[in-house]
């Protein structure tokens, strides 16, 4: 059973910048279906998709914060990273890491989500 | 880029009740649609996909229709356990938009 487990500072300072890492136990990161994504979701408020990075090697932003956003891969370490530069207040949420399958190359939405993590933008 | 807006954005129904929820695309997005459902302070639990597949481990009175730009999702009988937020998340290209969400309550 896979399972994904985000880490990172809970608190970031304006201007600085956000990273956060997930996890990846119960399967292979590298394996060639799956892709992995980022998703917000502001104190109680909906769900926001951050992007994601394809098991090609691809990366998918929300434009809302492309400028701002990298998501990247360590197979070694069978992590998935996020950075979110130049933060404020506004990135104040839980930030959570998902997984999603591709299946004779049809796409399917994150089914497996980490529990999330608080990040707090505060100086 | 596409938006998807959910209709109610609540709604209160007593348990056995029918309950209906609706998303809407703004530009068609074939059946590229998925449901989830997050009950307070927990993480969001993938329901329906492509529409209309229910996701294994989903209830059988929790159902999904529709293709193009609208879609419903059903509860054919509410139970108590369903008190929850939805939310509908289109896949076909990014972004990956969710909706509003729609807040499901017990009468």
């Known amino acids: 059973q896979v399972q994904l487990q985000e880490s990172g500072p809970g608190l970031v300072k304006p201007s600085q910048t956000l990273s956060l890492t997930c996890t990846v136990s119960g399967g292979s990161i590298s394996r060639g279906v799956y892709s992995w994504n980022w998703i917000r979701q502001h104190p109680g408020k909906g769900l926001e998709w951050i992007g994601n990075i394809h098991h090609s090697g691809s990366t998918y932003y929300n434009p809302s914060l492309k400028s701002r956003v990298t998501i990247s891969v360590d197979t070694s370490k069978n992590q998935f990273s996020l950075q979110v530069n130049s933060v404020t207040a506004a990135d104040t949420a839980v930030y959570y890491c998902?997984?999603?399958?591709?299946?004779?190359?049809?796409?399917?939405?994150?089914?497996?989500w980490g529990q999330g993590t608080l990040v707090t933008v505060s100086p | 880029d596409i938006q998807m807006t959910q209709s109610p954005s609540s709604l209160s129904a007593s348990v056995g009740d029918r309950v209906t929820i609706t998303c809407r695309a703004s530009?068609?997005?074939?059946?590229?649609l998925a449901w989830y459902q997050q009950k307070p302070g927990k993480v969001p639990n993938l329901l329906i996909y492509d529409a209309s597949t229910l996701q294994s481990g989903v209830p059988t009175r929790f159902s999904g229709s529709g293709s193009g730009t609208d879609f419903t999702l059903t509860i054919s009988s509410l139970q108590p356990e369903d008190v929850a937020t939805y939310y509908c998340?289109?896949?076909?290209?990014?972004?990956?938009?969710f909706g509003q969400g729609t807040r499901v309550e017990i009468k």
């Open positions: 530009q068609a997005i074939s059946s590229y």
């Open positions: 998902a997984r999603n399958s591709e299946v004779l190359g049809v796409i399917l939405p994150p089914d497996y």
């Open positions: 998340q289109k896949y076909n290209s990014a972004p990956w938009t």
